[in-house]
Structures are given as C-alpha cells and as structure tokens.
C-alpha cells in the first residue's frame, strides 16, 4: 500500500519559513521523481518544485529563488524548504511520487500551510 505522511506545515508570519517533509512507503522512492504541488481554497492546483532520482530539481515560476527542495532516499523522505513566504503561498501542500516532473502518479492528503500576520 502506498503511502505518504506529510509534516511541517502550519502558520508562519510573511517573510518567514517552514520547512515540510513527505515521508513515503509502499514504492521504490529511489527510482520515483518526488515533488510538491499545492492547492489553495477556490483556486486549481499548482506545481511547486520537483527533484528527480537523479537530483536535478524544477521549480514553478511563483516559488523560484524562494523554495528548496531535497530528497533523503535512505529515509524516503522529499523536503521542501521554503523561505520568504507571502500570504499568496498559502495553500494546502501534497507530495507526490512520479515517472517524471509534471506526472503524478501518488500523492498524499497534503498539510496546511497559512501565512499571515
């Protein structure tokens, strides 16, 4: 069964950080592109960054500069580090395991990120 648990989301002041983490079972995360897209309320989803197996990374225009994302193949685990959060970055954040950066193949129930003062 596949699964992914999200962490680390919450509520953060703009200008600040939070760092989420995406922990998988149930697939050869080594041999999976692992990436984080997000939806806020009333709007579709969006890509955010992915990293292949190989380590290079993509990012979405709107996040570039500003989010970091990383991958711990012995822990199975995908990072999304992002700083200089503005409130248009609030939203509910899913990763997800695919053959490639735009295909999304698993996904978890995501964790909510808000930021506002």
């Known amino acids: 069964q596949v699964q992914f648990v999200e962490s680390g989301g919450g509520l953060v002041q703009p200008g600040g950080s939070l760092r989420l983490s995406c922990v998988a079972s149930?697939?050869?995360?080594?041999?999976?592109?692992m990436g984080w897209y997000r939806q806020a309320a009333g709007k579709q989803r969006e890509f955010v960054g992915a990293?292949?197996?190989?380590?290079?990374?993509n990012y979405g225009d709107s996040v570039k500069g500003r989010f970091t994302i990383s991958r711990d193949n012995a822990k199975n685990t995908v990072y999304l580090q992002m700083n200089s959060l503005k409130p248009e970055d609030t939203a509910v954040y899913s990763c997800y395991a695919g053959r490639g950066y735009f295909s999304y193949d698993y996904w978890g129930q995501g964790t909510q990120v808000t930021v506002s003062s």
């Open positions: 149930g697939i050869t995360f080594s041999i999976y592109t």
């Open positions: 990293i292949s197996s190989g380590g290079s990374t």
